[in-house]
């Protein structure tokens, strides 16, 4: 496809994610599913609660990242400042969306450059990992990093997603060979996320081995990439082929754990679905050091700008220091030990 079509496609993608329902259908990512077991008395003072950590060597007032989303059109611009506006006044962490575009175009590098109103975020920067089969090499990553100031790259995995797009690149052959040359030669970590679908235990091994320094699970049962992509069919049989696949893939809760069995020191990012501070405090009590989530900001900068993602954001910080509040959990290190008991 050409690179223009990247542009418009991605302008379609924010359309489509705030208009339609693009929900995961069939499949939960199981948070539902996991109950805290109450602390009558948890010997703590709510507001002494430490929420603060680090993640790849970045200091983060909470455990939460605004996962990628956009850049590469004009009007995706005072997207990513609003976002990276209430990321940086909460001190957490965000990452930019494909910066593909402006790989192509550097014009449309501004699109992405969220430093100067956030100078002090962890900052990601975001290309699909099956682009090293399509012409990209550390090069090109290189470049994406330092059109942001990024703090790491992330590549994204997104098999099922390019599978159903007409025009997607579907040749993901041979590429674990480059990511480890790539994660060789490149001075940030790189972080290896799924789009929805899921990581797991398996899959994130492979990659660790290869260099990969964390894994986002990006798991099923929150935003579903085939059914964004179903509303970009322009034929019957499209849509039936995608519609296929709304729920498929590795819920978010299942994919958090086996890759902390499998891997049990990684950094983890859980997302995929995650819509609270109490799914949080569950992905982190599953094994996850950060919680993430995207569409419900993008909805919340859709309808107020930088002062409603930073309401929604704060929401969610403040239903996670309630939950270790009520499990009797004094910092992130206690969370991650406290016991989750299964439901359903
Ligand atoms: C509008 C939009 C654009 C996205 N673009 C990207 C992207 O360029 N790169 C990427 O890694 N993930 C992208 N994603 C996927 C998200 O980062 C996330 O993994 C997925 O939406 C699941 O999280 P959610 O259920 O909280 O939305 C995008 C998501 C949205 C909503």
Redesign the pocket.
């Known amino acids: 496809m050409t690179e223009t079509a990247t542009e418009g496609r991605k302008i379609d993608?924010?359309n489509i994610?705030i208009n339609e329902d693009v929900n995961a259908k069939g499949i939960t990512t199981g948070f539902g599913s996991y109950h805290f077991e109450h602390d009558a008395l948890p010997e703590l003072d709510m507001h002494s609660i430490d929420l603060s950590t680090t993640f790849l060597g970045k200091q983060l007032k909470a455990p939460f990242l605004i996962?990628?989303?956009?850049g590469g059109a004009a009007p995706t611009e005072e997207i990513n400042l609003q976002l990276a506006e209430a990321a940086q006044a909460l001190g957490v962490a965000m990452?930019v969306?494909?910066q593909r575009a402006a790989i192509f175009d550097p014009s449309l590098a501004s699109s992405y450059q969220v430093r100067r109103v956030a100078p002090d975020i962890a900052l990601f920067a975001?290309l699909?990992a099956v682009q090293l089969n399509y012409g990209y090499g550390i090069e090109q990553c290189q470049r994406a990093v330092d059109m942001i100031e990024a703090d790491a790259l992330?590549l994204?995995f997104?098999a099922l997603q390019e599978a159903v797009q007409p025009e997607g690149d579907t040749n993901f052959a041979g590429l674990l060979t480059k990511i480890e040359a790539l994660c060789r030669a490149l001075p940030v970590p790189v972080i290896a996320?799924?789009?929805?679908n899921g990581i797991g235990g398996k899959a994130a091994k492979r990659l660790v081995e290869a260099g990969v320094q964390a894994i986002?699970v990006?798991g099923a049962g929150?935003?579903s990439?085939s059914e964004v992509e179903r509303f970009r069919q322009h034929t019957q049989a499209g849509q039936g082929i995608a519609a296929t696949f709304a729920g498929w893939g590795i819920p978010t809760t299942e994919a958090i754990k086996q890759v902390r069995a499998a891997l049990p020191t990684i950094g983890i990012i859980g997302?995929?679905?995650?819509r609270s501070g109490l799914d949080i405090a569950k992905a982190i009590a599953l094994g996850a050091d950060l919680g993430?989530?995207?569409?419900?900001n993008?909805l919340a900068q859709n309808k107020g700008g930088s002062d409603a993602v930073h309401a929604a954001i704060a929401a969610i910080i403040a239903q996670l220091r309630i939950s270790m509040f009520c499990t009797g959990a004094a910092d992130l290190a206690a969370l991650r030990q406290t016991p989750l008991y299964r439901v359903s």
């Open positions: 993608h924010v994610v996962s990628s989303m956009t990452g969306g494909s975001n699909g992330i994204h997104n996320k799924e789009v929805g986002d990006a929150g935003t990439w997302s995929g679905g995650v993430a989530s995207a569409a419900p993008l």
